[in-house]
């Protein structure tokens, strides 16, 4: 049975009943759950959806504002919801909320410098292209999985072309296609977690030198 914050649907009866079972759960609890809750009816990608799962979000975080725990997720699913609906300036701001957040509150932190990272450059918001680097270097020796690394090199490779870095350009590429072939994720039990699935044409066009 489907727990009661993670439907699908929003229909009258799933709106009572989520709010009825939120007023009586643990107030320290509450945050949380608006947030799977928002987070299961992104994953739908349904318009209607959509937008009450921004409600949820902005109830959240305007109810809880001291919730930490859960903030940065909060805005990235915002940044998400924009993103779906191709608002990609309000997605790109709420991106940025949550990495602002995460320097502060580092104990949780989301993939929101990822999608940040892309959405800037597929944008081409060349103003954002030196401070984005920043971002990319700092959170460099981290990354662990072969999906992030191919994103990661193929955007410091796209914003080294844009200053006519070409050497460096290229140093990003190659290890970018590196990272497509890495079969495993280099985890011993999750052996083929975060490997590249599907190539994004869209980075690998910009990147070409």
Do not use: C
Not at 75 to 88: A, V
Not at 89 to 117: C, H, M, W
Not at 158 to 177: S, V, W
Not at 202 to 209: A, F
């Amino acid at each position: 049975m489907t727990e009661w914050y993670r439907r699908k649907t929003w229909a009258k009866i799933d709106e009572e009943e989520f709010f009825a079972k939120l007023s009586r759960a643990r107030k320290d609890g509450r945050a949380q759950y608006l947030k799977i809750q928002a987070i299961e009816l992104v994953s739908t990608q349904n318009k209607e959806l959509l937008r009450v799962a921004e409600k949820l979000l902005n109830k959240m975080l305007t109810e809880y504002p001291d919730d930490n725990f859960n903030k940065s997720s909060a805005l990235y699913t915002l940044g998400d919801i924009y993103k779906i609906n191709e608002d990609y300036k309000l997605a790109i701001g709420f991106y940025k909320q949550a990495l602002d957040f995460e320097t502060i509150y580092p104990n949780v932190r989301t993939q929101a410098y990822l999608d940040y990272s892309e959405l800037v450059v597929k944008t081409n918001k060349l103003e954002l292209f030196d401070e984005l680097e920043k971002i990319l270097l700092e959170r460099y020796s981290g990354l662990m999985f072969p999906i992030e690394k191919y994103k990661v090199n193929s955007i410091l490779s796209i914003l080294n072309k844009a200053k006519g870095y070409q050497a460096e350009a290229r140093k990003y590429a190659d290890l970018a296609e590196k990272s497509v072939t890495t079969e495993t994720s280099g985890l011993r039990y999750h052996k083929y977690l975060g490997v590249v699935q599907e190539r994004d044409n869209w980075l690998d066009n910009l990147v070409q030198l």
